[in-house]
């Protein structure tokens, strides 16, 4: 069969068509990286960023090297709202770090009053549902939950096609994340974000942090592939927007 692209599969996201060697082109986007294009995604928007604090023992370095991802959300966004289940850390933040707007909540099991008072641009869940056993149904209680307040959602997720892994399963490794249920592609955080209640609008492949000019030059092969194949890159972001009036609840 011919390739076809990842925007023209709504048939097969959806399930109403099946192809058991479906080829899926990707397009090809520049080099980008994770923060910065979360940066440029919630510029000047209403933010509720869902799994804000990070984990609380690197919180400190994070910003000190300036990429902890909640402080450059705020920065950038009109209002940005913190979302996160570990007290201790939201605690943390809130108190120590004097993040005003952050809250100790699951979303998934029950709405936030503060949430529901106002109207929100972008759910920012970053590095999350690859923890999640049942990702789409996790999506979806979270959408439902937040009860049309919030028009899109951004997903960021590890690429299964990450060119850093080859050199492990060329070894039969496989090098993960412990804590890790999944390993998505472009095409299968598509089928699990439409089948949670949205429609997805662009896919972007980028990488997870910015190098320093020393690692570029040692990591030079590196970087010019995934230069020139984004598929190759280790992060996958996935912008969606939320159907409105969606009463979808997945099973």
């Excluded at 950038?76 to 007290?87: A, F, P, R, T």
């Excluded at 439409?194 to 990591?219: D, F, H, L, T, W």
């Excluded at 890159?233 to 159907?243: H, S």
Aim: with cysteine.
């Amino acid at each position: 069969m011919a390739k076809i692209s990842l925007y023209e599969c709504k048939d097969y996201l959806n399930g109403s068509s099946f192809d058991p060697g479906l080829k899926v082109e990707i397009p090809h986007t520049e080099l980008m990286y994770r923060i910065e294009l979360l940066e440029s995604l919630t510029k000047g928007l209403k933010v509720i960023h869902l799994g804000c604090t990070d984990h609380l023992p690197l919180i400190q370095e994070k910003i000190r090297k300036d990429t902890w991802l909640h402080a450059r959300i705020v920065r950038s966004s009109e209002k940005c709202l913190g979302v996160d289940i570990n007290n201790e850390a939201v605690k943390y933040v809130k108190w120590e770090l004097g993040y005003k707007d952050v809250y100790c909540a699951d979303l998934s099991n029950q709405p936030l009053a503060e949430i529901r008072e106002k109207s929100w641009d972008l759910l920012v869940m970053g590095e999350i549902i690859e923890h999640v056993p049942a990702p789409s149904i996790f999506i979806n209680k979270l959408i439902n939950n937040l009860e049309g307040r919030v028009k899109h959602l951004v997903i960021t997720v590890p690429n299964a096609f990450a060119l850093e892994n080859t050199k492990f399963t060329r070894n039969n490794i496989e090098f993960i994340n412990s804590d890790h249920y999944f390993w998505f592609t472009p095409y299968t955080i598509s089928r699990i974000v439409k089948n949670a209640g949205c429609e997805i609008e662009k896919i972007y492949m980028c990488e997870s942090e910015r190098p320093s000019q020393r690692a570029r030059v040692r990591n030079y092969l590196y970087y010019r592939k995934i230069q020139n194949h984004s598929l190759l890159r280790n992060t996958i972001v996935v912008l969606a927007r939320i159907r409105e009036n969606n009463t979808i609840e997945v099973k």
